[in-house]
């Protein structure tokens, strides 16, 4: 009973988002807006709740925040790096495979669309928590330096959490 409350509770937040992004309040948008929010909360019901209680663990504000911070510098630093390394045509694409430590699944995705937001670098696949990376280097030991810096730079804040 307390998972269908708290299904309404995401389904009333989702129409009130989908009223202030749409700033329309026609009956036909309510409508739509109600469909959809329903739609959505009826999908991500197994999603986000096992049989017992609410199943997401989301991590702290604190690590996030640290996270965005790192995610921002990381982005910065490699975007310099890129933009010269293209410049004098000084980089050769190749796939390695990093194992990640972290088993949640959401900590896996964030991970993974910070490798793809950092320039030079890609996730291609996720397999568990196998992610498969292309990336863009030119030093001899490239596949272990890709490693350690997912590692060092990402995934190293999760696990100290």
């Given amino acids: 009973m307390i998972n269908i409350t708290k299904n309404n509770k995401l389904f009333f ?6 009223m202030l992004f749409t700033f329309n309040f026609s009956y036909l948008n309510l409508i739509a ?11 991500s019901y197994a999603i986000l709740y096992n049989k017992k209680r609410y199943s997401l663990k989301i ?8 996270y965005f911070f790192n995610l921002m510098l990381e982005i910065y630093k490699s975007s310099f790096s890129y933009m010269i390394r293209i410049i004098k045509k000084d980089c050769e694409p190749f796939i390695v495979e990093v ?16 490798i793809t937001l950092t320039p030079g670098t890609l996730t ?10 292309l990336a863009l280097k030119n030093c001899d030991d490239r596949e272990m330096v890709v490693r350690t810096e997912i590692k060092e730079k990402f995934e190293k804040i999760f696990i100290k959490a």
Avoid: H, Q
């Fill in 99 to 114: 194992e990640l430590k972290v088993k949640d699944p959401l900590v896996i995705t964030i991970i993974s669309n910070s």
């Fill in 33 to 43: 807006g109600t469909a959809v929010c329903f739609i959505i909360t009826r999908l």
């Fill in 124 to 133: 291609v696949d996720i397999n568990d928590n196998k992610l498969t990376v």
């Fill in 13 to 18: 937040i989702l129409l009130i988002f989908w």
């Fill in 59 to 66: 991590p702290r504000i604190k690590v996030m925040i640290k």
